[in-house]
Each structure stands twice: as C-alpha cells, then as structure tokens.
Nanobody
Framework: QVQLVESGGDLVQPGGSLRLSCVHS????????MAWYRQAPGKQREFVAG???????NYTDSVKGRFTISRDNVKNTLYLQMSNLSPEDTAVYYC?????????WGRGTQVTVSS
C-alpha cells in the first residue's frame, strides 16, 4: 500500500513563502500522476496543482505565477513551492498520487497565512 506523507506546513505572514513536501513510500514516483489539493475551513477540497507522467503541469488560476509543483524522482518526493502567500491560501494541503486503478492521498499538512 502506497503511503504519502506531507510536511512543510506552517504559520506564515502574508507575502511569505513555504515549500511543502510529499514523500511517496515506493520508488517510481514518476509513474504516477501527482497533485496537490487543499481544503479550507467550511469549503470543499479543491485542486491546486498537478504534475503528470511525462511532465506537464497544471495549476488552478488562483495560484498561477505564485506556486510551483515539482518532483524529485530520486527522493520519491513531490514539492509545492508557494510564494506571495495570502490569507486565502490558508488550508490543509493534501498530496495525491494516482494512475489507472490506483488513487492514494496523504493526510495533509496545515498552512496558515496570517499576520
């Protein structure tokens, strides 16, 4: 069973930066489509960024130009570099790994943007 473990969430001031990490428990992270989602209090979970097998990336409009998704195939780790954070980015951030017949989620890491 694949396990995904997120880390890097923290309390940060508006305008600040954070880097989230998601460690995939098996080798071959590049064989999965990987993505970050987030869920703010009282809201539905939403897609944030995706990194697909073959390399294409995709971002929700609200984070374009501020967030960058990347992957280290040697460390089996997915990253989300976040900059120019705003209070609207406050949420629990979840990592997802999926491919045909398989869909795994991490337990999330809390990001709070507040002064």
């Amino acid at each position: 069973q694949v396990q995904l473990v997120e880390s890097g969430g923290d309390l940060v001031q508006p305008g600040g930066s954070l880097r989230l990490s998601c460690v995939h428990s098996e080798t071959g992270i590049y064989t999965y489509n990987m993505a970050w989602y987030r869920q703010a209090p009282g809201k539905q979970r939403e897609f944030v960024a995706g990194l697909f097998t073959g390399g294409p990336t995709n971002y929700t409009d609200s984070v374009k130009g501020r967030f960058t998704i990347s992957r280290d195939n040697v460390k089996n780790t997915l990253y989300l570099q976040m900059s120019n954070l705003s209070p609207e980015d406050t949420a629990v951030y979840y990592c997802r790994a999926y491919r045909a017949g398989w869909d795994y989620w991490g337990r999330g890491t809390q990001v709070t943007v507040s002064s």
